[in-house]
C-alpha cells in the first residue's frame, strides 16, 4: 500500500485548461471519491493518476515514488473501467490471472491470487466460465478482481457502477465497500453519482470547472458546503435569496427565514440553501415557520413531494413521508413550514 499525492497537476488541450492546479493527497488505505458533473475535469485526474494521460504540469507521487511520466504498467496500479474491459474470448481465471501473467509471476502464485482474488468477489468457482455467461454485476466483480489479484498500491475506479440497474448497483455499493474495507487498498473513486460517492468515501472531491471545489468528510460536504456551488450541486437543496437582518435572512414579504449566521454582517446579501428533508410541514402557524400554499403534489410511493410557494412567488419543494398526515395536503391548501436554524446553509450572495 501507498498513499497517493497531486501537486498542483494540470492538464491542457490547446488554451483549455480542464484540470487547473489539482493538488491533494490519499492517505494509505484511504478511500477517495471525485464527484461532478460531466465535463468537470474528475476523469482526466484518474487517466493521469493512471498512465493513460500526461499532465501538462504538475507531479504525481504515488508513496515516494514520482511517476508523472511512466507508462501504466510501471505504476503498480489497478483499474477498473465503467465498461468492464474484460476480454471476451478467455475464461473467467484467465481475465483474472493477465495481469499477473505479464508480470511473469510463477504458475502456482498465479493460481493461488486468482483464487484468492475471486474468492474475495464471492466468485469462487466461476474460473472456467466466460465473460457472456455472466451477469452485469458478476462480470464487474470479474473486473475488480482482475485488478485486486496483482496486488496494487493504488486502485482506481471509472464510473465502475454506472451500467449496472438500480438493484444490482446498490448491491455492488455494498460489495465495493466490504472489499476496499478487506484490503484496505488506497483508492480513488470517480463517479457522477452522490449516493455512491456519500455513502462509499472516507471523503469526497466535488469538482466544477476543473477545479477541486471542497475535499472534505462526506457529512461536512452535505452539511458545511464552502461555496454555493458545492451547497447546491450535493443533495436537493432548495434555494432562496434575500438580505441579513439581525442572523437572520430576510425573504422580503414579511418572510424571515432565521439561521445561524452570526457570519454574515447585516445588510449582506446572502443566498440560503435548505434541504428538502429538512423543512416539516405544519397544518396550523408555527412560531418562525414560513407561511404558503401547496402548489403541486406528486407521490413517488414512500415519498410524496410538495412543492410550496411562498408569499414573495418563491417556491420550496418538501419531501413528506407518504403515511405521514401532511402527505393528504392538496394543492390550494395553506401550511406552514418549519425548519431549525442549523438545517439552513446561508452563504454570501456570489456576484
Known sequence: MSNLTLRNVVKRYGKTEVVRGASFEIAEGEFVSLLGPSGCGKTTILRMVAGLLEPSGGEILIGSREVTRLPPDKRNIGLVFQSYALFPHMTVFDNVAFGLRRRKEEP???????????????????????????????????AMARAIAPRPSVLLFDEPLSNLDASLRDEMQIELKRLQSELAITTLFVTHDQ??????????GVMYNGVIQQLDAP??????????????????????????????LDLGGDLVIRAEAGHLANGTAAEAFIRQEALQVQSSPVEGALRGTVALRSFSGPQVQLVVRLGTGAELVVDVPSSAEAAALTPGETVWLGLHPRDVIVLAKEV
Open 219 to 248: 457529512e461536512a460536504i452535505y452539511h458545511r458546503p464552502v461555496n454555493a456551488f458545492v451547497a447546491s450541486f450535493i443533495g436537493k437543496p432548495n434555494r432562496v435569496s434575500g438580505v441579513m437582518r439581525g442572523g437572520s
Open 195 to 204: 449516493a455512491e460517492a456519500l455513502s462509499l468515501s472516507d471523503r469526497v
Open 108 to 142: 502456482a502464485e498465479i493460481t493461488r491470487r486468482v483464487n484468492e482474488a475471486l474468492e474475495m468477489v464471492r466468485l469462487s468457482g466461476y474460473g472456467s466460465r466466460y465473460p457472456r455467461e455472466l451477469s452485469g454485476g458478476q462480470q464487474q466483480r470479474v
